[in-house]
């Protein structure tokens, strides 16, 4: 079972950083694209940011653009994604995601890490 795992979430004050990762065990990672969507008490669930590690290409919401950043590490089956700049709305639970394209369009959900931006 594919199974990823998030860990680095927590409490930060505003202009601050974090630095989330996504482990993806027992998989040929370069196969597999990893993302990370967000969701806040009341809202809708909303995509953050992902990367094929096929081809390296990235995607990342406006709302996110040049505060975070996602990168890979496929020797170690690990997803970053380094969140700058934090504000209060960036206040979500962050789960990872894990897909092989060339299998399925089935997507593997971690089970989340609770990021809190204080004003």
């Known amino acids: 079972e594919v199974q990823p795992v998030e860990s680095g979430g927590g409490l930060v004050q505003a202009g601050g950083s974090l630095n989330l990762t996504c482990t993806v065990p027992?998989?040929?990672?370069?196969?597999?694209?990893i993302g990370w969507f967000r969701q806040a008490p009341g809202k809708e669930r909303e995509g953050v940011s992902c990367?094929?590690?096929?081809?390296?290409?990235?995607y990342s919401a406006d709302s996110v653009k040049g505060r975070f950043t996602i990168s890979s590490d496929k020797a170690k089956n690990t997803v970053y994604l380094q969140m700058n700049n934090l504000k209060p709305e960036d206040t979500a639970v962050y789960y990872c995601?894990?897909?092989?394209?060339?299998?399925?369009?089935?997507?593997?959900w971690g089970q989340g890490t609770q990021v809190t931006v204080s004003s």
């Open positions: 995601y894990a897909r092989n394209p060339f299998v399925s369009t089935r997507s593997y």
């Open positions: 027992g998989v040929n990672f370069i196969d597999y694209a």
């Open positions: 990367i094929s590690n096929s081809d390296d290409n990235t």
